[in-house]
């Protein structure tokens, strides 16, 4: 009876035991499939700052510098797209130490761009890593 006990005892341990290791292997399992899909989504980009390079009147678009870039991006402006100018009361490069303010926004076309102009842009769908976005809701100077 004893030697039965010790069996029984020994088995249910070994059970226990492999329960155990197949259930981390599960869960190691899950977790880098997890990473993996966490790792292969990029991010959604919606909105874009650059400087503008050229402006294309005759096909509508603009071509833009990414702060962080080195590579044009095209932009293709549509009827639909909303195009503003931003003017302050002061030298944006030198502002006012207090006060509060209220930029004068005033809506252009696109002839109202230039090489060199600071532009902002957002778009209406993802643009991560593309070099032609279109679909853009507006693009502010």
Same mark, same amino acid.
């Given at each position: 009876m004893k030697k039965n006990k010790i069996? &029984? &005892?020994?088995?249910v341990v070994v059970v &226990?035991? !492999?329960g155990l290791v197949g259930w981390g292997l599960l869960q190691a399992k899950k977790l880098k499939t997890d990473i993996a899909q966490v790792v292969e989504k990029p991010p959604e980009v919606l909105f874009l700052s650059g400087t503008v390079s050229s402006v294309d009147l005759e096909n509508n678009f603009l071509m833009v510098i990414p702060e962080k870039g080195t590579e044009d991006i095209k932009v293709i402006v549509s009827e639909t797209t909303k195009m503003t100018k931003q003017e302050f009361?002061?030298? /944006?490069? %030198? /502002?006012? =130490?207090? !006060?509060?303010?209220? /930029?004068? =926004?005033?809506e252009i076309g696109i002839s109202g761009f230039k090489a060199g102009d600071k532009v902002f842009i957002r778009s209406? =769908?993802?643009?991560? !890593?593309?070099?032609? &976005? !279109? %679909?853009i809701d507006f693009i502010q100077m």
């Amino acid at each position: 009876m004893k030697k039965n006990k010790i069996i &029984i &005892i020994v088995a249910v341990v070994v059970v &226990i035991i !492999g329960g155990l290791v197949g259930w981390g292997l599960l869960q190691a399992k899950k977790l880098k499939t997890d990473i993996a899909q966490v790792v292969e989504k990029p991010p959604e980009v919606l909105f874009l700052s650059g400087t503008v390079s050229s402006v294309d009147l005759e096909n509508n678009f603009l071509m833009v510098i990414p702060e962080k870039g080195t590579e044009d991006i095209k932009v293709i402006v549509s009827e639909t797209t909303k195009m503003t100018k931003q003017e302050f009361p002061f030298d /944006p490069a %030198n /502002p006012p =130490e207090e !006060g509060t303010f209220t /930029p004068k =926004e005033t809506e252009i076309g696109i002839s109202g761009f230039k090489a060199g102009d600071k532009v902002f842009i957002r778009s209406k =769908e993802d643009i991560f !890593g593309k070099k032609e &976005i !279109g %679909n853009i809701d507006f693009i502010q100077m």
